[in-house]
């Protein structure tokens, strides 16, 4: 049974909202322990001192930020101590904000906030009123000592928190390479009406139970067949490498009856879930100009994530 890893109050006006967050996201990667190959015995790591050589005890490590080559301030726990923000068991709205002026790209840990015994009335009203108003609202919560900025959503008759990035931790765009030139890059109409054509034929409604990590299910199966004593063979695949460019309209043919194939023989007459079948050779990609995917991203609404700190 979830645990919940946090306990207050949302906090708005002269409203307050008691609530317990609980994770909304378990991840499931295989962790791995580090042997000594000769015996299979697990492998510990010392900390020592770079010059010397030395191991260094727990209690002599202290922090540092290094400000040029080998040069270091150090920061005490006392020092860190006298800036952390107050301790708070509140969630403080500051202010609502339209679903889709928040870019998905800022979003981190997702958390369920569940209302106490007696806040459910109160919760249910906060929730409703967001819900239909379409707004989410911004908050700062302080978490293990650190305050986040996090942002409040309804979904299903329930309240979602996420954590968010400041605005200064998301890369802008702007600065990655390659991006520039396609301003340059022109697209005729038959070829963005077959690409349309072809994500039509795509498309399908999100469902993420036909979605898995078939890597993480293919370790897990390595490890259940290698603890029975089987022999562990795999089979080696090559990168894909090439890199030829072929007429982009034929390859948008060429996968358009892929998928209408596909889907035809599907019992849904969903494709989205089939493999489609791989063209002989790769087509150039030919993505739109920049403005008009920064558009598409400023209008694209926040979605549900199942995702992702």
Do not use: C
């Amino acid at each position: 049974m979830p645990r919940a890893i946090w306990s207050g109050a949302i906090s708005f006006g002269l409203v307050s909202i008691p609530v317990k967050m609980y994770p909304a996201v378990s991840p499931k990667a295989v962790r791995f322990n580090q042997l000594d190959g000769r015996d299979n015995q697990r492998v510990k790591q010392k900390r020592v001192n770079a010059s010397t050589g030395e191991e260094v005890p727990y209690d002599d490590i202290v922090k540092g930020y290094e400000i040029m080559k080998d040069t270091y301030v150090v920061i005490t726990d006392d020092d860190l101590k006298s800036l952390a923000p107050k301790a708070s068991r509140s969630i403080d709205i500051v202010e609502f904000v339209e679903e889709d002026e928040i870019d998905p790209v800022f979003y981190q840990a997702s958390y369920y906030l569940v209302p106490d015994e007696l806040a459910r009335k109160s919760y249910a009203l906060l929730t409703e009123a967001m819900a239909e108003d379409g707004r989410v609202a911004l908050a700062r919560v302080v978490m293990r000592t650190k305050e986040y900025l996090a942002a409040i959503r309804p979904t299903d008759g329930k309240l979602m928190m996420n954590t968010m990035m400041y605005s200064d931790e998301v890369v802008d765009a702007d600065g990655i390479p390659g991006f520039e030139e396609l301003d340059d890059v022109k697209v005729t109409e038959a070829e963005r009406l077959m690409a349309k054509t072809l994500i039509e034929s795509l498309a399908g409604g999100f469902n993420p139970d036909k979605y898995e990590d078939s890597f993480r299910n293919e370790v897990l199966d390595l490890i259940e067949r290698k603890s029975k004593g089987e022999l562990a063979t795999a089979e080696v695949h090559d990168a894909d490498t090439d890199t030829n460019v072929v007429d982009l309209m034929a390859a948008l043919e060429a996968s358009v009856a892929a998928a209408k194939k596909a889907r035809s023989g599907h019992p849904t007459g969903d494709a989205s879930g089939a493999t489609p079948a791989k063209p002989a050779k790769k087509a150039a990609k030919k993505p739109a100009k920049k403005a008009a995917a920064k558009k598409a991203a400023k209008k694209a609404p926040a979605k549900k994530r199942a995702k992702s700190a």
